[in-house]
Structures are given as structure tokens and as C-alpha cells.
Nanobody, 114 residues
Framework: QVQLVESGGGLVQAGESLRLSCAAS????????MGWYRQAPGKQRELVAT???????NYADSVKERFTISRDNAKNTVYLQMNSLKPEDTAVYYC????????WGQGTQVTVSS
């Protein structure tokens, strides 16, 4: 069972940046897909960005050109660099891993003030 721990959330103003980290309890080298989802109050959880073990990435249209997902296999960590943040990016951000089963972190709050 993969355990995921997110960090890096916080309160920022619009236009600023944050970097989220997701530390996995085991090697992520063999994990098929890792990524980030988010859930805003009153809304469904939605995909933000994913990355396969081969390096292919997928982004939600709303974050393209602003967010970048990356992974450091040596540190068993996945990152989400978020630039030019907007108030509509406010949500709880969840780390996700898919390896036979889907695994989720506990979430980290990101709040963007206008």
C-alpha cells in the first residue's frame, strides 16, 4: 500500500506561486501514474495534472501554461509548481498514485486571495 503525504499548501495572493510536494512511502519509479487532483468547496474533485512513469504529462485546460508537474524518483517525490495563481485555484489539493489500486494523500489547502 502506497502512502502519500502532501505539503506546501498555504495562503497566497493572486499572481504568486506555490510548489506542492507529495512524498511517497515507497519507490515511485514503478508507479504507473502519479498526479494531483483538487476539490473546491461545493465542487467535485477534478484532475489537475498527471505524469506517467514514462514521463508523459496531462493537464487540465484551466492550469495549462501555469502549472508544471514533475517527479524526482530518487526522492520518491512528485511536485506541482503553480505559477500565476488565481482565486479560482483555491481548493484542497490531493496527491494521487495509481499502481494496481488508486491511492490518495490527505490533501493540502491552497487559498488564493484576490
Amino acid at each position: 500500500q502506497v502512502q502519500l503525504v502532501e505539503s506546501g499548501g498555504g495562503l497566497v495572493q493572486a499572481g504568486e506561486s506555490l510548489r506542492l510536494s507529495c512524498a511517497a512511502s515507497e519507490s515511485i519509479f514503478r508507479i504507473n501514474v502519479m498526479g494531483w487532483y483538487r476539490q473546491a468547496p461545493g465542487k467535485q474533485r477534478e484532475l489537475v495534472a498527471t505524469m506517467t512513469s514514462g514521463g508523459s504529462t496531462n493537464y487540465a485546460d484551466s492550469v495549462k501554461e501555469r502549472f508544471t508537474i514533475s517527479r524526482d524518483n530518487a526522492k520518491n517525490t512528485v511536485y506541482l509548481q503553480m505559477n500565476s495563481l488565481k482565486p479560482e485555484d483555491t481548493a484542497v489539493y490531493y496527491c494521487y498514485a495509481l499502481q494496481y489500486f488508486a491511492y490518495w494523500g490527505q490533501g493540502t489547502q491552497v487559498t488564493v486571495s484576490s
